[in-house]
């Protein structure tokens, strides 16, 4: 199978469906054991990176998870650690572990193995949707065996809060691109999701401090999500790792193609235009020349990844959403990153925070050049 990136045969796509539906199908495979399934299709590598696109292995354990539970049961938190760079070219097995199964919570831990090693794992806990929000319940309907009857949720008080969607220099919520926004540059309008430029913003009052700054993203999947709330919900884990750790390098103004800098001007006109195309859609800015002197980035890899859903049900990813990202701290060549998602009648939808691995690229010792 080493020249097979899925196991069996992918089928034709479904045209009923978005893109991201097709793209994170998995298939179960009962013949080898029970919960065990794989991709249908080969994951997305993106151009430069170490592995597949870590969102697409998130959102296929969920999908993974989400095939063992009622439907009534719905994602509220996610718990990822990345292992190993996966490979796209070889077929990805993930083993579901039926934890717990209560009578309001349910837990699934998911293994994501190539050649027998994992790759990735994560432990995903659900909620069962009592009142049509997904919320908390009380002590009493806790515990007990799967598949009782779930006794009627209590009237209780709750606490209740939420951020509010960020405000633009108007003072007004900040609005969505239209309907019909054809924005993309070509360069990257290949993919199962639709954004908008990155903005960066200074919150901070303009003192220029790395964590004083944030960036904001309008997102959505394109065409129509046909697979119900549990696909939404996997859509949104699939976008939530988009340009995340990534953060580091815009707040940062970080260097991260592969030459230097200095040397843009030397590049062939349709390179340039490409790297200054993705230069001012990443919020770097308009001009590639002004980061001549910027700190280069050596190594950027995502060690962990956790996804809050505050809203499952309320979750429309092939519907404008907002995301929001800042890192509280960054140090001993790590960085974390913190990311707010609300859909664009201000809930927030979800929230995800990040570490991840940064290095910058060293300076060569004097009278040596370098490897790189």
Same mark, same amino acid.
């Given at each position: 199978?080493?020249?097979?990136? #899925?196991?069996?045969?992918?089928?034709?796509?479904?045209?009923?469906?978005?893109?991201?539906?097709?793209? +994170?199908?998995?298939?179960? @495979?009962?013949?080898?054991? /029970?919960?065990?399934?794989?991709?249908?299709?080969?994951?997305?590598?993106? /151009?430069?990176?170490?592995? %597949?696109?870590?969102?697409?292995?998130?959102?296929?354990?969920?999908?993974?998870?989400?095939?063992?539970?009622?439907?009534?049961? *719905?994602?509220?938190?996610?718990?990822?650690?990345?292992?190993?760079? =996966?490979?796209?070219?070889?077929?990805?097995?993930?083993?579901?572990?039926?934890?717990?199964?209560?009578?309001?919570?349910?837990?699934?831990?998911?293994?994501?193995?190539?050649?027998?090693?994992?790759?990735?794992?994560?432990?995903?806990?659900?909620? &069962?949707?009592?009142?049509?929000?997904?919320?908390?319940?009380?002590?009493?309907?806790?515990?007990?065996?799967?598949?009782?009857?779930?006794?009627? &949720?209590?009237?209780?008080?709750?606490?209740?809060?939420?951020?509010?969607?960020?405000?633009?220099?108007?003072?007004?919520? *900040?609005?969505?691109?239209?309907?019909?926004?054809? $924005?993309?540059?070509?360069? %990257?309008?290949?993919?199962?999701?639709?954004?908008?430029?990155?903005?960066?913003?200074?919150? $901070?009052?303009?003192?220029?401090?790395?964590?004083?700054?944030?960036? &904001?993203?309008?997102?959505?999947?394109?065409?129509?999500?046909?697979?119900?709330?549990?696909?939404?919900?996997?859509?949104?884990?699939?976008? !939530?790792?988009?340009?995340? %750790? =990534?953060?580091?390098?815009?707040?940062?103004? +970080?260097?991260?193609?592969?030459?230097?800098?200095?040397?843009?001007?030397?590049?062939?006109?349709? +390179?340039? @235009?490409?790297?200054?195309?993705?230069?001012?859609?990443?919020?770097?800015?308009?001009?590639?020349?002004?980061?001549?002197?910027?700190? #280069? %980035?050596?190594?950027?890899?995502?060690?962990?990844?956790?996804?809050?859903?505050?809203?499952? #049900?309320?979750?429309?990813?092939?519907?404008?959403?907002? #995301?929001?990202?800042?890192?509280?701290?960054?140090?001993?060549? &790590?960085?974390?990153?913190?990311?707010?998602?609300?859909?664009?009648?201000?809930?927030?939808?979800?929230?995800?925070?990040?570490?991840? +691995?940064?290095?910058?690229?060293?300076?060569?010792?004097?009278?040596?050049? !370098?490897?790189?």
């Amino acid at each position: 199978m080493n020249d097979r990136s #899925t196991l069996l045969r992918p089928p034709p796509e479904d045209p009923k469906k978005a893109q991201i539906e097709n793209a +994170l199908e998995v298939t179960e @495979l009962a013949v080898l054991g /029970p919960n065990i399934f794989t991709n249908t299709r080969q994951p997305w590598h993106p /151009p430069g990176a170490r592995g %597949i696109y870590g969102g697409a292995v998130i959102a296929m354990c969920l999908a993974a998870a989400q095939r063992t539970l009622a439907p009534d049961f *719905l994602v509220h938190s996610c718990h990822c650690y990345f292992l190993l760079a =996966g490979a796209s070219e070889l077929p990805i097995l993930f083993h579901v572990e039926q934890v717990r199964d209560g009578r309001s919570f349910a837990t699934r831990t998911v293994q994501a193995r190539q050649r027998g090693r994992c790759i990735f794992t994560t432990t995903i806990s659900f909620v &069962r949707d009592t009142s049509g929000g997904g919320g908390s319940t009380n002590s009493e309907e806790e515990g007990g065996e799967g598949g009782k009857a779930t006794p009627k &949720r209590k009237q209780i008080a709750e606490v209740s809060h939420a951020s509010a969607i960020p405000r633009g220099a108007d003072g007004l919520p *900040l609005q969505p691109p239209p309907d019909d926004y054809a $924005g993309e540059p070509e360069l %990257i309008s290949q993919g199962p999701f639709q954004g908008a430029r990155i903005e960066v913003v200074d919150v $901070g009052g303009g003192d220029d401090k790395p964590g004083e700054k944030v960036t &904001r993203q309008w997102v959505r999947a394109r065409g129509k999500i046909a697979g119900g709330q549990a696909a939404q919900l996997e859509a949104l884990a699939y976008v !939530s790792d988009s340009y995340f %750790i =990534g953060t580091i390098t815009r707040i940062h103004k +970080l260097w991260r193609f592969p030459f230097k800098a200095e040397d843009y001007d030397q590049l062939p006109e349709d +390179l340039r @235009l490409k790297v200054k195309t993705l230069h001012q859609w990443e919020g770097m800015g308009e001009d590639p020349r002004e980061m001549v002197g910027r700190p #280069t %980035i050596g190594m950027m890899v995502s060690l962990d990844h956790t996804i809050y859903f505050h809203e499952p #049900t309320k979750v429309r990813a092939d519907d404008w959403m907002l #995301t929001e990202m800042q890192s509280p701290w960054a140090g001993d060549g &790590r960085g974390v990153v913190m990311q707010k998602i609300f859909s664009k009648d201000g809930t927030l939808l979800a929230t995800c925070v990040q570490e991840g +691995l940064v290095r910058l690229q060293q300076p060569a010792p004097e009278g040596k050049e !370098s490897k790189l």
